[in-house]
């Protein structure tokens, strides 16, 4: 691979990796506070009111370094990406600004409007100005995954007379299916997130012996909330993502279930190791026939292997596409484990003094982050070679002019401006949660 494209991939990963971090928690707490301000106003307890100012105050911390490190990733588009801005930007263009001109101002006005005007707006309005955030937030989402969406499945384009793609039809575009699917699993996989950061505070406080009161609706609310959507995650959204992985990426499924050669009755590979040079899978624990029923719906159905396509349009880093779609898959079993079980704990009144469980609510915060990038991880390295899948090569849309040298030189600059940042949110974050949901003020 040419230094040069090496550099540029890692630059827009590094960056796109530390930026998403960010949005994943506001997109998973906006139906959260939307809940909390819901209880508030039926069952008329301030108490309701404080928690949604707390993680109000949360979200505005991650909304502000969400923006901060996402203006950058625009500006790569035209600095190191350049082929591909003047090949696709006709398409993208359009998704791009529709989520800053639409959906980001949306957010950021009415986020303004519910930190800052509740005592100036009754409770029904202050409660949809919460909505008018949530929607803003996941409309974000949308216009994002549909940017994505068409690199991976590029549909409503046609070729200009200077080869260059421009933009057929607008509905195509937004209404990609693809686009639905990923969408549905990005977002489940946000609010777990938010349930887990919910839940693992909540957790905190109660093993604390402070702020008790608060810690027992988060760990409620939370855990409620990823009970749903650690199975959402699973089905129907990652099974109809995977669903069209297998339509249209061929090749990308087979690396991603480790299948070298075609056979029937595939297996699903719970546990083993890549062994790419014998084209193999070392030490393996396998599900016999699963992989076949969940693409065909048949146990004996015959599945491709990657000896089925071209090596040079074969997924290029099959070890790390492995691995990242195996901790995902892993860490979204383990989800959906550790939320039935509190929810059982719950409902049978346990939850709030088993300390075991939660200090394992409470251990369990930094797995959705990992989890949600092991996602994007698997997407992304499975479109490879491709950077539009089937019309342009990742080889060929980045800016030749700008040196590995100078690449790198950006890449170290932007690690250090982000470490600062990181360690910032951190100092906030931890400021917030030392004061409580209880030091929270009405208005502003």
Known sequence: MDSALLIHRLHFAFTITFHYLFPQLTMGLAPLIVVLKTLALRRHGE???????????????????????????????????????????????????MEGMFAFFLESAFLGLFLYGEKRLTPRAHLWSAVAVFLGSWLSGYF?????????YPVGYERAADGSIQLGSFWKLVLNPWAGWQYAHNMSGAAITGAFVMASIGAFYLLWGKYEEYGRIFVKVG?????????????????????????????TLAAMEGLFTEQAGAPIVLIGQPN?????????????????????????????????????????????????????????????????????????????????????????????????????????????????YGLM???????????????????????????????????????????GPAAEAVGH
């Open 47 to 97: 108490i309701y009111n404080q928690a949604a100012r707390f993680w109000a105050s949360i979200f505005g911390i991650n909304f502000v370094l969400g923006v901060v490190t996402g203006i950058p990733m625009e500006f790569q588009f035209g600095t190191n990406w350049s082929h591909f801005s003047r090949f696709a930007g006709g398409v993208i263009g359009q998704t791009l600004a």
């Open 223 to 251: 855990v409620v909330a990823g009970c749903l959507f650690s199975v959402l995650q699973v089905f129907p959204t990652g099974d109809q993502q995977g669903q069209m992985v297998f339509r249209h990426q061929p090749p």
């Open 393 to 435: 090569l990742t080889a060929d849309g980045y800016s030749k002019t700008v040196s590995a040298g100078n690449g790198l030189f950006t890449l170290l600059g932007f690690m250090g401006m982000y470490t600062v940042l990181g360690i910032l949110f951190l100092f906030l974050v931890r400021r917030e949660i030392e004061r």
């Open 144 to 152: 994002i995954i549909a940017t994505d969406a068409w690199m991976q």
């Open 276 to 388: 790419v040079d014998e084209g193999r899978i070392d030490n393996p624990v396998i599900i016999p026939g699963a992989l076949g029923f969940l693409t065909y719906r048949r146990w004996g159905a015959r599945m491709q292997g990657l000896d089925a396509f071209p090596p040079e349009f074969r997924p290029q880093n099959i070890t790390l596409l492995y691995y990242s779609y195996h901790i995902m898959v892993g860490l979204g079993t383990i989800f959906i484990a550790i939320m039935m079980l509190s929810a059982l704990l719950l409902w049978r009144g346990k939850l709030f003094q088993a300390r075991w469980m939660l200090w394992i609510l409470l251990l369990s915060l930094p797995f959705p982050y990992i989890a949600n990038t092991a996602g994007w991880m698997t997407a992304e390295l499975g479109r490879q070679p491709w950077l539009v």
